[in-house]
């Protein structure tokens, strides 16, 4: 059986010292000019040339942030909307992100029940047995996230894939933006809200994919920007890794995550996009200034997160 996510993850982590996400969103305008003059001069102003400019752009992100954290999330979105030369570049972007050591986490969001479910598991992470089925062998991501809103029945499909792949999910539980608590606030005849009744599927569905660290590859998505309910979250969830958004430019702090991990310091790994892929000056920077801004960026961000752990009494090392 392949091995577990989490405890994947969890060496990851421990191995760069950083519970950093980086998020790779990105936007064709925000870009640095010389990847889009390139990429025009290639392909024209295309949907391929603006696939070709994500990609070079994702592999410089890479190769600036790849000795530093352990984990990149492509939004699956950002490359959607330029039709199948997009979601290329999204595969490519996978694929070489785990040619320099990291973990991916898909962030498409899928939800569905039977057999469309197994349909985006097998999209996401490959048929249990590769060579039994017609698809790209290398084309699978290390995680995923899920939406719960359709109940266990559009959940336990994933789950059984990644048990059966070594993958991992992160089940929307209490998300970053301000609407969220439309329907993830609301009380049930229980007296609990939705999103604590979800945080309870996700404990139980989670229960046997836990690893040897003690976390399961069954995670969570809850937002840096409800402090509160990540200390709540985090005490009803304790064995699931919580991939908290909302760090950065969402206006979520280093001192707002902290309740997101358990006292063993693990547990947690925190999302940043725009505040690290664009921290270069400009809209016209060198490669070298726009790789040691995003490097520098990752930087300060570990030092950010480690240093309120330390003070906290849990810094894993």
Request: contains cysteine; glycine residues 10%; hydrophobic residues 45%.
């Amino acid at each position: 059986m392949a091995r577990n996510f989490a405890d994947r993850l969890c060496a990851a982590v421990k191995l760069r010292r950083s519970h950093a996400v980086v998020g790779l969103d990105p936007v064709l305008p925000r870009l640095p000019e010389f990847i889009k003059r390139e990429a025009a001069a290639q392909y024209g102003k295309t949907a391929r040339g603006a696939a070709a400019a994500i990609l070079a752009f994702n592999r410089l992100v890479i190769d600036a942030v790849a000795d530093q954290v352990a984990l990149v999330k492509p939004q699956s979105a950002f490359y959607e909307l330029y039709g199948e030369h997009g979601v290329a570049a999204f595969w490519e972007t996978v694929r070489y992100a785990r040619s320099k050591g990291l973990l991916t986490i898909a962030d498409a969001k899928r939800g569905d029940i039977g057999s469309t479910a197994e349909g985006y598991a097998s999209a996401f992470f490959g048929h249990p047995s590769p060579l039994e089925t017609w698809e790209e062998p290398d084309q699978w991501a290390d995680s995923l996230t899920v939406n719960p809103y359709l109940g266990s029945d559009g959940l336990v499909p994933f789950v059984r894939r990644a048990e059966a792949r070594g993958t991992g999910l992160f089940i929307l539980v209490k998300t970053s933006n301000p609407s969220s608590g439309e329907l993830q606030d609301q009380p049930l005849l229980s007296g609990e809200t939705v999103a604590q009744q979800v945080a309870k599927l996700v404990d139980s569905l989670g229960s046997r994919l836990v690893g040897q660290a003690g976390y399961s590859a069954v995670g969570a998505v809850v937002g840096a920007t409800y402090p509160e309910d990540l200390k709540r979250y985090r005490a009803e969830m304790p064995r699931a890794i919580l991939l908290v958004p909302g760090y950065g430019a969402q206006g979520g702090t280093a001192d707002d995550v902290v309740g997101a991990f358990n006292l063993d310091g693990l547990g947690a790994v925190i999302n940043a996009s725009r505040s690290i892929i664009y921290a270069y000056p400009g809209t016209d920077p060198s490669p070298q200034e726009a790789a040691a801004a995003i490097a520098g960026a990752v930087a300060a961000m570990n030092r950010d997160i480690n240093g309120a752990l330390q003070a906290a009494g849990k810094l894993a090392w």
